[in-house]
């Protein structure tokens, strides 16, 4: 008697883990991704144009408020109640105020260092989320190859921004401790939507508790500050604080809470380390900044790095 014959298996689609996330990124993901990165490396061109007419504290206060009326707003579309009994008030709450430190601490540092140092130590949080998320989701845990992406990717970005070092660190220290927190602000809130019920929840539930509770902490900071509300608004300030609060802050942030609500955190934050490349290149487009071969390799170590982070376990 011939024994059957053995099918050929298909192809197997991403492995899905708990809670319905990919192991693995796919072409829509990496679209989004880079999508969103690229838009933020434009946001920071968009801020500096305006800083003498809006404060940036003012922006970043202006940019909470629309953004989550415009949420809010969406979310009234689809029949979406932001506050349900569902144990996700006290995780908004600390995202949105997690959302407040990392933008101030950044901001304020500014004021004590440079931007390249700023940047560089901003994208600590990819580290961050690496080494602390896995304990309360295995299924975030790195491997050696995919750590070894981690680990070229920011060696890239800080191999690109290196002229920042160039001085003694002693006199930058106080903004470099800043932007450290704002790293860990960021990474955290990562951590906390992927923790807690609002890895659980629409992605614009999740958006609007950080925007909105960001935005009270932003009020009350601005009359303890003193900050004036812009008493004329140029076509220039308009254009920008629409960019950064509907496209940015409302439509970007978004897709960045539904990728994580999908994918794993860890592979999707490796992505952020585009952003402030994209941001140089703008920089070449819309100012004639050069581009020399400092920021090719840097560049090409990024993409390296981030191919390592996100290839598949055994391949």
Known sequence: MNAPKKQSKPEADPIKLPGDRKSSLDLQAIILITGC????????????A????VPLLMQLTIRSIIASACVWAWMAFKGIRPFQPDRTFIPGLIAGLLFFAEFVLLYSALEYTNTSR?????????????LVLPIF???ERLNWTQSSGLLIAFGGLAFAFQDGFSSGATHFLLGDIAVIGAAAAWAFTTIVVRTTTLGQIQPERTLFFQLFFSSIALIGLCFLA?????????INAMASLFLQSVIIAAASYLFWFWLLRHYLASKVSAFSFLTPMFGLLFGFFLAGDPINSTLIAAFVSIVLGICLVNRRHGT
Do not use: K, M, N, R
Not at 37 to 48: R, V
Not at 226 to 234: D, I, M, N, Q, R
């Open 137 to 139: 989701i295995p299924a």
């Open 50 to 53: 305006i800083t003498d007419e």
């Open 118 to 130: 700023a940047i560089t130590f901003l994208y600590l949080a990819p580290f961050i989320v690496a």
């Open 37 to 48: 990165c690229l838009i933020w490396g434009y946001q920071q061109i968009a801020i500096q």
């Open 226 to 234: 003193e900050v004036p509300l812009p008493e004329t608004l140029s």
